[in-house]
């Protein structure tokens, strides 16, 4: 077994999806959508205004990771900073959101599991809820806010303006208030923020005054303000359920807007690897060139908004040409997006149409199709897909059609149930019912997903993942996950004959059920529990750590029946049958308990001023291998305008008693700004692996790996 740190294939599967930003009564959620699943480990920075965010992940439908470089810009909106989203960061599993300027933000996993929301507080509270009606304040009422002498610190401007709002009349106040949360962070923030609310409060707006104090406690959920703020916000609840308000509710009218832009990013980066294997015998040595490619990627969104229409037209491609020779080295081109979507706000109707990617509802990835949405009151929505899964190096299509529902139970949970019906020509090839239920209230979430195949009657999908931040400012996060590997369909029957088709395999004499019964036959389970938890240890270090114990099943041999069908396709393609090649159909024995130890510590200013540094450790004790790998690195920002990364992994394994790898790789990346939205980069790398073998003696494989690219933000 050889473990390399190598970047994979620069056409590996992308990962980042799209990113939109929403704007709710008292906050801006950032939705970063990815195109597989996605589990939230932690964040760094907790608790403080940043410019830069980065977000540890995991992507547990991968059985690899990919290294390519991956963007995404913000849409145009004035509610947030513009920002951009770049993976990998820092070479670990995680991405990094840059912001144009400082921001207070909270971070949670959002409702699919194929995504993570950054929650920003708005600077004043949009409620579209009608506000009490109160006698207008007589001309004049409102004093001027006292300007900022030029000598004077933020500190201590807002602490006289918070000590001038207490005595002042609260419509004054809030004025004054106001004007301390629009300063950067200072020391008054966190009473003023509180003191807002009370203004409102004493002014009759109850809406306003509740999304202040809502805006409080995802900035600072602990402490004895927190607690007198929730009773304010359960004191202003139940004078609304008593009815003591009296608002008559009318339509909200619809918003003039009338703004058509255009948004996203392309780029290019050429990718080189070579490899240099030395072994005991120096006849065998080699040298090869590994990886020779120029890829390029354009992503754009066409945004049209026109009071209640919302219209989108998007695409997102990547081609990359192949400069090595062989028919392994090939040009290729990836549509990863290309769709039309029209959206009605008013009547609440949304209708996408061409190539998408598929995040719930059943459908199991990107497809070719339709998507219609309906809501036919605001906390229910129905959901009709239907299309064909975009698949590569494959010679079939799988179409399928399913019905969903979105529904909204309170303001804590949320759910939706499916029906997905998926088929290969005329033969079916899943049909599964399923159900996603979600939890999210004061720093805790839960998502579960269980998805049930009719047609195989077995649980395809059984899992839980949680996070908890409590008042004390731990973050707690588990993950139980039960699930066929792969998810069950008639496909799976196909290894028997190495690919190919239904059709095909029919061809050869199967049947049906014969090919339902060596698909359920060759499909392993897979199971999964992670607990883990992170804490701000010191101003500058974040430690956090996660213990995770996983195992797949065996799967029983295919039976005579199977290894007839794969020897007359074989022969009838006129081949030659080598039933020793043919492994698939034999049973394969169970994995075992594999057990992973993990610690990472994130830390800022460790170094150098400004720079961020990650430490992560891990100790993985499987069956028949151990791992322990060490991942040091460290991002600055030396001068305007540049960026460095660098880092260094160690890894051990010990595959045998008489075997024992040694990997070294340290890379270094730098980046540059030319303009605003342009960025040249370049990164070079080396890997040096050391084999001892007790029988074969020693080896050593040398590679190097480099890349240099730009990206023009559009």
């Known amino acids: 077994m050889l473990c390399s740190l190598v970047p994979s294939l620069a056409y590996a599967e992308k990962l980042l999806d799209k990113v939109d930003v929403i704007q709710t009564q008292t906050e801006s959620e950032i939705h970063i959508e990815f195109l597989t699943q996605v589990r939230y480990i932690r964040h760094f920075p907790n608790n403080k205004e940043t410019s830069r965010v980065q977000i540890f992940l995991e992507f547990p439908q991968l059985s690899s990771r990919s290294t390519q470089r991956e963007f995404l810009n913000s849409p145009s909106t004035d509610t947030v900073p513009s920002f951009t989203v770049n993976y990998p960061d820092q070479k670990t599993n995680s991405i990094g959101v840059r912001f144009k300027k400082p921001i207070k933000f909270t971070i949670t996993p959002d409702s699919s599991g194929r995504g993570i929301v950054i929650h920003v507080p708005s600077g004043k509270a949009t409620a579209s809820v009608t506000p009490i009606a109160v006698e207008p304040l007589p001309k004049g009422a409102v004093g001027e806010v006292p300007a900022k002498p030029a000598s004077m610190t933020d500190n201590d401007y807002a602490a006289k303006l918070v000590a001038q709002g207490r005595l002042a009349k609260a419509a004054e106040a809030v004025e004054l208030f106001n004007t301390v949360l629009g300063l950067p962070a200072n020391t008054s923030s966190q009473e003023a923020q509180e003191l807002i609310g009370n203004a409102r409060e004493n002014l009759g707006e109850s809406a306003k005054a509740k999304a202040e104090y809502e805006t409080y406690l995802k900035l600072y959920p602990q402490g004895d303000g927190a607690a007198r703020v929730r009773g304010r916000i359960a004191a202003i609840d139940r004078t609304a359920k008593a009815g003591v308000v009296g608002a008559v509710k009318v339509k909200k009218p619809t918003r003039e807007i009338h703004e058509n832009t255009v948004y996203g990013s392309w780029d290019q980066y050429y990718y080189d690897a070579h490899s240099h294997n030395y072994d005991p015998i120096p006849a065998n040595n080699s040298h090869t060139h590994d990886q020779s490619q120029l890829v390029s990627a354009i992503n754009l969104t066409a945004r049209f908004r026109q009071n209640e229409w919302d219209n989108k037209i998007v695409l997102n491609d990547v081609q990359t040409m192949d400069f090595l020779p062989g028919t392994t ?18 009547v609440d109707y949304m209708a996408r149409l061409g190539r998408q990617n598929g995040n719930s509802g059943g459908v199991l990835g990107r497809f070719d199709g339709a998507l219609f949405r309906y809501g036919f009151t605001p906390k229910y929505k129905l959901n009709f897909v239907l299309g064909a899964l975009d698949e590569y190096r494959v010679d079939y299509r799988r179409h399928f059609y399913g019905i969903n529902l979105d529904a909204t139970l309170n303001d804590q949970w949320s759910t939706n149930v499916y029906y997905i019906n998926q088929s290969v020509g005329e033969v079916k090839d899943r049909e599964a019912v399923g159900t996603e239920l979600r939890y999210f209230k004061d720093g805790k979430s839960v998502y579960s997903l269980l998805d049930y195949d009719t047609m195989f009657n077995k649980v395809n999908i059984a899992m839980v993942q949680g996070n908890w931040l409590t008042e004390g400012g731990t973050n707690y996060n588990m993950l139980i996950d039960h699930r066929k590997s792969p998810i ?37 389970d897979s199971d999964l529990i992670l607990l883990g938890a992170t804490r701000q240890v010191t101003p500058r270090w974040q430690l956090g750590g996660d213990v995770q114990v996983s195992r797949t099943s065996g799967t029983a041999a295919a039976g005579v029946a199977a290894f007839n069908r794969a020897k007359k396709a074989v022969e009838d393609a006129g081949g030659i049958f080598d039933p020793n090649s043919v492994t698939i159909l034999n049973a394969s024995l169970a994995s075992g308990n594999s057990w992973t130890y993990h610690a990472q510590a994130v830390g800022s200013d460790t170094i150098f001023k400004g720079d961020t540094s990650v430490i992560s ?4 004790d499987a069956p028949t291998s151990k791992f322990q790998s060490l991942i040091l690195s460290n991002v600055m920002v030396p001068r305007d305008k540049w960026r460095l990364d660098s880092s260094i992994k160690l890894l051990r394994v010990d595959i045998d008693p008489s075997t024992l790898q040694y990997i070294v790789a340290p890379t270094m990346r730098a980046s540059y700004r030319l303009r605003d939205k342009a960025t040249i980069e370049a990164e070079i790398g080396v890997e040096v692996t050391n084999i001892n073998d007790q029988v074969n003696g020693h080896s050593r494989t040398f590679r190097d790996f480099s890349f240099v690219g730009y990206r023009l933000d559009i």
């Open 488 to 524: 069950l369909s008639m496909i799976n029957s196909l290894q028997v004959f190495g690919g190919g088709t239904i059709h095909q395999a029919l061809m050869a004499g199967a049947t049906v059920p014969e090919l339902r019964n060596d698909a359920l036959a060759l499909t392993s």
């Open 329 to 346: 080295h090939q040009n290729r081109n990836r549509l990863k997006a290309a769709y039309v979507e029209i959206n009605n706000k008013e």
């Open 617 to 620: 450790f891990s100790y993985t």
